[in-house]
């Protein structure tokens, strides 16, 4: 797994590349708890290059997801290839978090 983060507009992008599984979730969650421990309440996490992702991938995303609402932040989901997106829809997670198909769609509005 690959992971980089950047600034755009009024969010804070995280990529992530390769597989969000049980031996990658740590550091996902490391350094997306840097970013929202750094002030950063509004985020996209950018699935673009993303090719798999399990369900402690999934619990990362939940654990966040509950930190920014308490911090009054927001996420947002995008580039999700039709692999990874059929996992959101199966575990319902596609109801809970706001996905999008680009980068940009997630960002706007942000």
Same mark, same amino acid.
């Not at 421990?37 to 985020?43: F, R, Y």
């Not at 920014?68 to 927001?74: A, D, E, F, I």
């Not at 990874?84 to 109801?95: L, P, Q």
């Given at each position: 797994?690959? *992971? &980089? ?8 992008v995280v ?13 996902? =969650?490391? @350094? *997306?708890? =840097? ?14 290059? #993303? &090719?798999?992702? $399990? ?5 990362? #995303?939940l654990a ?9 932040? @927001?996420?947002r989901l ?11 829809? *199966? $575990?319902?997670?596609?109801? *809970?978090? $706001? ?12």
């Amino acid at each position: 797994m690959q *992971i &980089d983060t950047q600034q755009v507009g009024g969010a804070h992008v995280v990529m992530v590349a390769g597989s969000l599984d049980t031996k990658t979730a740590p550091e996902a =969650e490391a @350094t *997306i708890n =840097e970013v929202v421990a750094a002030g950063h309440t509004k985020l996209v996490i950018d699935f673009e290059k #993303l &090719d798999y992702i $399990s369900s402690s991938g999934l619990r990362v #995303l939940l654990a966040t997801m509950k930190k920014l609402k308490k911090q009054k932040g @927001t996420m947002r989901l995008c580039g999700m290839n039709p692999t990874v997106k059929e996992v959101f829809v *199966i $575990s319902g997670f596609s109801g *809970i978090f $706001s996905i999008h198909d680009t980068r940009a769609e997630a960002v706007a509005g942000l």
